[in-house]
């Protein structure tokens, strides 16, 4: 089981940039999918964006294409997602989760390996 843990999301206004960061560890001798996914109260997870950590092949979704870019540090064991142009709908408990094979399939239930979560909150 890969150990996630991730960090960076506090409260911005509109318009504003972040960048939340998911440290690993366990899972030096395997290949993985990486995704962040979100909640928000009342909504279903939403997978944003993933990659594949040994070839760097990574996308966002739609609905964040543009304003989101998932990206790697191998030495440091850590993915990042950099948000920028943010709005209040991607206010929402952000999630790193880790999975094996199959990228870049998002859904929730086929990640075995979750961070705690972190929180952001974009206000108009």
């Known amino acids: 089981q890969v150990r996630l843990v991730e960090s960076g999301g506090k409260s911005v206004q509109a318009g504003g940039a972040l960048r939340l960061s998911c440290v690993a560890s366990g899972a030096s001798d395997q290949r993985y999918c990486i995704a962040w996914f979100r909640q928000a109260p009342g909504k279903e997870r939403e997978g944003v964006a993933w990659?594949?950590?040994?070839?760097?092949?990574?996308s966002a979704v739609g609905s964040v294409k543009g304003r989101f870019t998932i990206s790697q540090d191998r030495a440091n064991n850590t993915v990042y997602l950099e948000m920028d142009g943010l709005i209040p709908e991607d206010t929402a408990m952000y999630y790193c989760?880790?999975?094996?094979?199959?990228?870049?399939?998002?859904?929730?239930?086929?990640?075995?390996?979750w961070g705690q979560g972190t929180q952001v909150t974009v206000s108009s």
């Open positions: 989760a880790a999975k094996r094979l199959n990228c870049p399939d998002l859904r929730p239930t086929l990640y075995p390996s």
């Open positions: 990659i594949f950590t040994p070839s760097g092949a990574a």
